[in-house]
């Protein structure tokens, strides 16, 4: 009659269920987002957004969050970028309004 019974096993036991805190954004992940906004906004708009978005893709990714370090470098090096489109097409833009007369 005790051919058949086999004893309990403990390790297909379910565990206790554990309350844990409800977990929020990484920290440095909202920062390297906002680098790429100002950034791609920099590259589009106007420089200083470039500027912003250069700033804070490099502090993000000084800060080291494994969340946000692709898209900080993404950040800086579109801001870059966006100063570079900028330097170049400043002076075109100064160099054609001149020799239209739009200063005089």
Same mark, same amino acid.
């Given at each position: ?22 977990? $929020?954004?990484?920290?440095? @992940? =909202?920062?390297? /987002? +906002?680098? !790429?906004?100002?950034?791609?906004? *920099? ?25 946000? $370090?692709?898209?900080?470098? @993404? =950040?800086?090096? /579109? +801001?870059? !970028?966006?100063?570079?489109?900028? *330097? ?17």
């Amino acid at each position: 009659m005790s051919e058949g019974y086999e004893h309990p096993s403990f390790e297909h036991q379910p565990l206790p269920r554990q309350s844990y805190p409800p977990q $929020g954004p990484r920290p440095g @992940a =909202g920062l390297a /987002i +906002g680098s !790429l906004v100002c950034s791609i906004a *920099g590259l589009i708009v106007c420089a200083p957004a470039a500027i912003a978005g250069i700033v804070m893709g490099h502090i993000a990714y000084a800060r080291g969050t494994a969340t946000g $370090g692709a898209v900080a470098v @993404a =950040g800086f090096v /579109i +801001g870059y !970028l966006g100063l570079v489109v900028w *330097g170049i097409m400043i002076p075109f833009v100064l160099h054609e309004l001149i020799k239209y007369g739009a200063f005089g």
